[in-house]
């Protein structure tokens, strides 16, 4: 059974660059597609990247949106997220699951096995 487990979140100063991790456990990353979401409280879920591993040598392709990137470490079977230049607005719980393709990324109805989130408060 696939399992995600995300960490690395945490309080976070203004402007520091964030990265929380996604690993993944019960299956291999490639041919996989990893969602990364956000929700802030208040509001609903939205998806912020997103990454598929198309090929063994590591090749992937990418969705993100604004001050957001992805990325991904196949030998070790977790994926990144990483957030420039936080702020206050960031402050939330961010998400990784898994998916089938980035085209509807911004959807969680498009991925169908999550992790429990990892909190991110960005504050002094």
């Known amino acids: 059974q696939v399992q995600l487990v995300e960490s690395g979140g945490g309080l976070v100063p203004p402007g520091k660059s964030l990265r929380v991790s996604c690993a993944v456990s019960?299956?291999?990353?490639?041919?996989?597609?990893i969602g990364w979401f956000r929700q802030v409280p208040g509001k609903q879920r939205e998806g912020v990247a997103c990454i598929t591993f198309t090929e063994r040598n590591g090749k992937t392709g990418r969705r993100v949106k604004g001050r957001f990137d992805v990325s991904g470490d196949m030998t070790k079977n977790t994926v990144y997220l990483e957030l420039d230049n936080p702020k206050l607005e960031d402050t939330g719980v961010y998400y990784c699951?898994?998916?089938?393709?980035?085209?509807?990324?911004?959807?969680?109805?498009?991925?169908?096995?999550w992790g429990r989130g990892t909190q991110v408060t960005v504050g002094r």
């Open positions: 699951a898994l998916g089938h393709d980035c085209a509807n990324f911004a959807s969680p109805k498009s991925f169908n096995r």
């Open positions: 019960g299956a291999a990353l490639e041919f996989r597609t």
